[in-house]
């Protein structure tokens, strides 16, 4: 049986790392907006020997979300790894002025598409002989500016944690993952400035992450 990892969020940063750390081994579903960023993400899956399957879609799309996993089931009929990677990082900004698009792309993306793909995936995972989930952490709830990014981050892993402890005893399994500090995008954005010569490569931490499951 082909294992089937799934990760949305695919084209950057720690999903990217986690795409091409996990292709020996796997055939990598890999979903993200950016065409161009996931032929690049393609073109270093088989230079490693791997091969993936490109899903150029948003996670916010409901309709595209339940048609790319009827494709999943009715090629492979599984999912052994789902690496949940998609987040909308909004500006930081005083909780006073959010901005109402930001707010809402934040909404949609960090928690609407997570509780929409739960209920998608849960039967492909189930279907494996070891289903597993995957969910990475980043506590910024309650911290100054971080007032959009913070509270929907916060509610994805609430959301996660729910799904952790109903389905202890039955499976899948879902881990929740904190990541050390890396020197992604999304952080330059929140931490202009910053010595980046400090923080993990996407690379690094992909394969540390990876040896926890």
């Known amino acids: ?8 969020g695919a084209s950057r940063g720690l999903g990217a790392a986690l795409a091409e750390a996990l292709a020996p081994g796997h055939h990598v579903m890999a979903v993200a907006r950016t065409t161009g960023a996931l032929e690049e993400l393609d073109d270093r899956i088989k230079a490693r020997g791997g091969d993936a399957t490109l899903a150029p879609m948003d996670v ?17 009929g599984h999912v052994d790894l789902w690496l949940h990677c998609a987040i909308h990082a909004a500006p930081l900004t005083p909780a006073g002025q959010i901005d109402a698009r930001d707010w809402k792309k934040s909404v949609e993306v960090n928690a609407n598409a997570t509780a929409t793909l739960i209920p998608m995936v849960e039967p492909l995972l189930r279907a494996a002989p070891a289903g597993r989930a995957v969910f990475f952490d980043d506590d910024r709830a309650g911290q100054k500016f971080f007032g959009s990014y913070g509270a929907t981050k ?8 729910s799904w952790q402890a109903e389905t202890r005893n039955t499976g899948p399994w ?16 929140f931490f202009p400035g910053e010595d980046r ?13 990876l040896t926890m499951l």
Do not use: N, Y
């Not at 916010?60 to 492979?76: K, L, N, P």
């Not at 923080?199 to 394969?207: I, M, N, S, V």
């Open 174 to 189: 879902v881990d929740i993952l904190t990541p050390a500090p890396m020197a992604t995008a999304t952080r330059g954005r």
């Open 197 to 209: 010569s400090q923080l993990a490569t996407c690379a690094d931490e992909a394969t540390r992450l």
């Open 1 to 8: 049986m082909t294992k089937l990892a799934l990760i949305t």
């Open 60 to 76: 916010t799309d409901a309709g595209a979300m339940a048609h790319m996993c009827r494709s999943i089931f009715d090629r492979w």
């Open 154 to 161: 916060a509610t994805q892993i609430a959301l996660a944690r």
